[in-house]
């Protein structure tokens, strides 16, 4: 059993800068892929990025690549977000997820590959 805990959110400016972070406790790591999901309000959650915490790779959507980045520090078992330049549009609740499966290497960016979620830490971007 895998616990997450994300923190980081708030309310900032249009074009600031953003680091979310998560802190995973239990379960076994060598095999996870660690996700971040976002809902924008009346949305469906979307997925952010993904890093695979065996391997270190990494994959986004297509919508953040180049704003976002995902990393890891194993020793804390926490995985981040940076965010730069902020947008209105990601405005939303970001969620940190665990796939327990992923293997070495796999970068899954559906959500129902995904089998922890933590509570979600809110983002408002004011323009």
């Known amino acids: 059993q895998v616990q997450l805990v994300e923190s980081g959110g708030g309310l900032v400016q249009a074009g600031d800068s953003l680091r979310l972070s998560c802190t995973a406790s239990?379960?076994?790591?060598?095999?996870?892929?660690m996700g971040w999901f976002r809902q924008a309000p009346g949305k469906e959650r979307e997925f952010v990025a993904t890093i695979n915490w065996s391997a270190g790779r990494t994959r986004y959507a297509d919508s953040v690549k180049g704003r976002f980045t995902i990393s890891r520090d194993s020793g804390k078992k926490q995985v981040y977000l940076q965010i730069i330049s902020l947008k209105s549009e990601d405005t939303g609740v970001y969620y940190c997820?665990?796939?327990?499966?992923?293997?070495?290497?796999?970068?899954?960016?559906?959500?129902?590959?995904?089998?922890?979620w933590g509570q979600g830490t809110q983002v408002t971007v004011s323009s």
């Open positions: 239990g379960g076994t790591f060598s095999r996870l892929a």
């Open positions: 997820a665990a796939d327990r499966s992923a293997g070495w290497g796999g970068l899954p960016d559906d959500s129902s590959s995904y089998d922890y």
